[in-house]
């Protein structure tokens, strides 16, 4: 008596070709007819109750399609989005004949791109996967490409990937769908934002007629660490954080925010906060609180002087 999961290995699928070196053909085929195995992609299957797993699946698809998880599925593995539905992406050389089916959605690619393993998975490397996503999300599905730009915020943010890696891999494509918005999103992170509240302080609120740039993720050492500031003008002292609601949320985190924000008082410093509330709904209202604070500042520091 055949132990299935333990033929099928700790992929919990394999190929019709592979079994059959172990079991006879015949006892495959019955045990396709009796439900015994089902299968996910022509010549490869799984038990029944693993069909659904999307590893299992994902496991099945780089097989069967010789290629990397790629794009949306590859960001997916990287731990940048989670999308876990039915189709699964994967990157195929252009003579592979490999078809898109609704389990299947089959990218051929001349691109050299290299394969890392993420989760266990094969998968494009994570600029590869971020730019395959943008592209993919500004050619086809409505709604998306927010996910598309929240995953570049978010891998840029977290330092896994650099915009200088990005802007390479964006020139190797240079008809890439949405390519302008891309551009401009780079631009805005090396600048130095973040975050898409901290996008829409430097479009609507820090660039103030009378005062010089800001520079943001301004770095302060205090007495046991370094701290970025969202924005800066270091001349006078003058600190904008920008609150929004996924990061200051809790009270833990508001307790950390008033620990730093006496830090950097007792260094001199004047930090004005803003939360996403009220730099959405009254730019002009923290523009001109930015404003006069400052000049308040250069006042003080001028009769000091």
Known sequence: MHDIATLLGPTRTASIAALAREVSPRSIGRWLETGRLVRLHP??????EWADDWSVRANAATSYAGGPLSHISALSVHGL??????????LTPSHHRVRTTPWL????SRLASGVVIARGLPATPLPRALIDTWADAHRRRRGF????????LRATRERRVGTEELARELARRPELAGRTALVELLGLIAGGCQSE??????????????LPPCRQQHEV????????????WPEVKVAVELDGAAFH????ARERDLRRDAALTALGWVV?????????RDPEGCRAEILATYRRRRLTADRIS
């Open 105 to 108: 959605r089959v990218h051929r």
């Open 43 to 48: 010549g490869w299957v799984t038990l029944p």
């Open 197 to 210: 509240l901290e996008i829409f302080g430097v479009r609507h609120v820090l660039d103030i007629p009378g």
């Open 272 to 280: 004005l906060r803003f939360s996403y509330r009220r730099l959405t």
């Open 81 to 90: 989005v989670d999308d876990r539905g039915r189709q699964l992406h994967v």
């Open 221 to 232: 050492r205090l007495s046991d660490r370094s701290v970025f500031l969202d924005a800066a």
């Open 145 to 152: 490409a927010s996910v598309a730009r929240g995953a570049v």
């Open 249 to 252: 949320g809790s009270q833990e």
